[in-house]
């Protein structure tokens, strides 16, 4: 599986876990790129805007609330400064996903399920980096599964299930 | 598959699983563990030339197949979100 070579891009990671943050800052800072780490600050936008990153990548299920990733999301992609910064949302909330497939797919979203195969991301990463947010489209990225979608042609080679 | 590659798919399973463990119903997280197990298995022989991490995946393995799953119950957040729809 290609991923797209261009390197030395700053992308913003939204996570409460620390583990989960400092995997990925091997995993980003392994592609080459440069990693912002937020704990969690879901409410305040202006940091993004201030950071303005070439890449978000944030799950959805954060904070007390645990819809708060979402709620982050929804005010990236509704803020003029901040509408057409690519995102990916790393989640193992397959029912959400598949519920609000249609607003992913309108708002250039790419999705990879937890857990996730690290090439998969890799290349999620790569295609987010490289397509412009107007023009990409959301899609689960290979061997990705959603229930009630038709993932035939996709690679499931690593034979993972769909979840629920 | 390089070393590290290795290292960063072991953790990237057992780092998600683990906190998926604390926070999902047991449905939920058979599924995940069926698809984490999934994913070690693919590791596959890429990891014998290294024998610390196939102690690692023999660990990681263990760890799964031992756990004793969550109780079925409305603690699993995305089974929340999707009540009635």
Redesign the interface.
């Given at each position: 599986m290609a991923v797209p070579d261009r390197k030395g891009q700053h992308i913003l990671v939204v996570n409460d876990t620390e583990e989960i943050l400092d995997l990925f800052r091997d995993i980003v800072e392994g592609l080459g790129h440069r990693m912002t780490a937020w704990s969690f600050s879901p409410d305040d936008l202006a940091k993004v805007t201030e950071i303005k990153p070439d890449l978000i990548v944030l799950d959805i299920m954060l904070g007390p609330t645990e819809l708060q990733g979402w709620a982050l999301l929804q005010k990236v992609r509704m803020s003029r400064e901040t509408e057409d910064i690519p995102v990916v949302v790393c989640t193992a909330a397959t029912n959400w996903v598949r519920e609000q497939e249609g607003w992913l797919a309108a708002n250039a979203v790419k999705v990879v399920l937890k857990p996730f195969k690290i090439e998969h991301l890799e290349h999620a990463i790569g295609q987010a980096l490289e397509l412009p947010a107007v023009t990409a489209s959301s899609e689960l990225d290979e061997g990705e599964t959603v229930p009630g979608r038709d993932m035939s042609s996709a690679d499931q080679s690593n034979g993972e299930a769909p979840t629920r | 598959m390089e070393r590290?590659?290795i290292e960063?798919?072991l953790?990237?399973?057992l780092?998600?699983?683990?906190?998926?463990f604390k926070?999902?119903d047991s449905?939920?997280m058979e599924?995940?563990r069926?698809?984490?197990l999934?994913?070690l298995?693919?590791l596959g022989d890429e990891i014998t030339p290294y024998p610390d991490l196939q102690a690692a995946l023999r660990d990681a393995r263990r760890e799964m197949d031992g756990a004793e799953m969550p109780p079925t119950a409305a603690t699993d957040?995305?089974?929340?979100?999707?009540e009635g729809?």
């Open positions: - | 590290r590659h960063l798919q953790r990237a399973v780092v998600t699983y683990r906190i998926e926070r999902r449905a939920t599924t995940f069926a698809r984490a999934s994913l298995d693919g957040r995305d089974v929340e979100t999707t729809t």
